[in-house]
């Protein structure tokens, strides 16, 4: 079946403009997570939907970032304002969110360039 | 944050020697997941193994848990160049939810 897709697959924008960066999670997948990689780190976690609502955003670096899923399926991750920091690929994965041996699928990314 | 440390940073070894990585964490567990990584794109699920469990084996891969020393190895056995990837450990941090915390991960190169 289908796995997590992520478009764009590569988004160069200048400082200071606004992005979205969309996910399709595996069909059914209940749990949605976002985690932002920066070159030649681990990816870190962003944010956690269950559903609609967004069950974990500590890991949102500050208010210039927000995710939405309004319909319990795609998801969007926006950014305001981007500075050449937010560099990085921009991961999402989902899971069926059966228990806390949940195994999360990742997209192929998003690799975001802020010049 | 990351999690912790994995060891060493980078590996380089002949196609059919085994290749051991090692991940140490910080903090109270649920589970420890390996995760491999090509090109830097999308992450593939290895293994997970739980806190209870002190050894896994899933193929070519076994991995142990060393919950006293917060610890975790995985090996890969008679390893080939399609190996050759980005290997990271994430935990799953006991009261923490089902986010992954990862580690700082080792880069594998298998030669011919």
């Known amino acids: 079946g289908a796995g997590v897709s992520q478009t764009p697959s590569n988004k160069v924008t200048e400082k200071g403009k606004y992005v979205e960066l969309r996910c399709d999670p595996i069909?059914?997948?209940?749990?949605l997570y976002w985690y932002r990689q920066s070159l030649g780190q681990g990816p870190e976690f962003l944010i956690y939907?269950?559903?609609?609502?967004?069950?974990?955003d500590s890991g949102l670096p500050n208010d210039r970032f927000f995710a939405v899923r309004p319909e319990g399926s795609v998801s969007t991750l926006k950014i305001q304002r981007t500075e050449r920091g937010d560099s990085a690929v921009y991961l999402c994965?989902?899971?069926?969110?059966?228990?806390?041996?949940?195994?999360?699928?990742f997209g192929p990314g998003t690799r975001l360039t802020v010049l | 944050s990351q999690q912790g440390e994995e060891d060493p940073q980078a590996l380089s070894i002949q196609e059919g020697e085994n290749a051991t990585m090692n991940c140490s964490y910080k903090t109270s567990i649920n589970n420890l997941q390996w995760y491999r990584q090509n090109s830097g794109r999308g992450l593939v699920h290895l293994i997970l193994i739980r806190s209870n469990e002190r050894e896994k084996h899933s193929g070519r891969l076994r991995v142990t848990l060393d919950t006293s020393k917060k610890s975790s190895s995985l090996l890969i056995t008679a390893s080939r160049a399609a190996d050759t990837a980005s290997y990271f450990c994430a935990t799953v941090v006991t009261g923490g939810g089902n986010k992954l915390t990862f580690g700082t991960g080792t880069q594998l190169k298998v030669e011919l």
């Open positions: 069909s059914g997948h209940t749990a």
């Open positions: 994965a989902s899971s069926l969110l059966t228990g806390r041996t949940d195994t999360q699928y």
């Open positions: 939907f269950q559903g609609t609502g967004a069950a974990d």
